[in-house]
């Protein structure tokens, strides 16, 4: 079955920069979209930036100029790179991503979700 796994979370400093990484593996027949979501504590979980299926972009307003987004379609991972980050961006990240498998079943997907915290 596929899974998505995400890394990179960690403490960083207001103003500081931070990598995060997706990655898809299993029985993957295509990516429809794939994107970062983000939710901090009493928060809704919110869209942060991710592809669609025409490779377009989208970034939440929040993010828009720090975070850019990226791709390695080789190796079914996605990138998320912060910069200039503020300790509002504090949240556990989540990777999400619709999948259709070998079998042709489609399905939304998430991963476990890693941890961003920054200080001021």
């Known amino acids: 079955q596929v899974q998505l796994v995400e890394s990179g979370g960690t403490l960083v400093q207001a103003g500081g920069s931070l990598r995060l990484s997706c990655t898809a593996s299993?029985?993957?027949?295509?990516?429809?979209?794939m994107g970062w979501y983000r939710q901090a504590p009493g928060k809704q979980r919110e869209r942060v930036a991710g592809f669609t299926g025409d490779g377009s972009t989208n970034y939440a307003d929040s993010v828009k100029g720090r975070f850019t987004i990226a791709r390695e379609n080789a190796k079914n991972t996605m990138y998320l790179q912060m910069n200039s980050l503020k300790p509002e961006d504090t949240a556990v990240y989540y990777c999400s991503a619709v999948i259709e498998t070998s079998t042709r079943i489609t399905r939304p997907y998430w991963g476990q979700g890693t941890q961003v915290t920054v200080s001021s």
């Open positions: 299993g029985s993957i027949r295509s990516i429809n979209a």
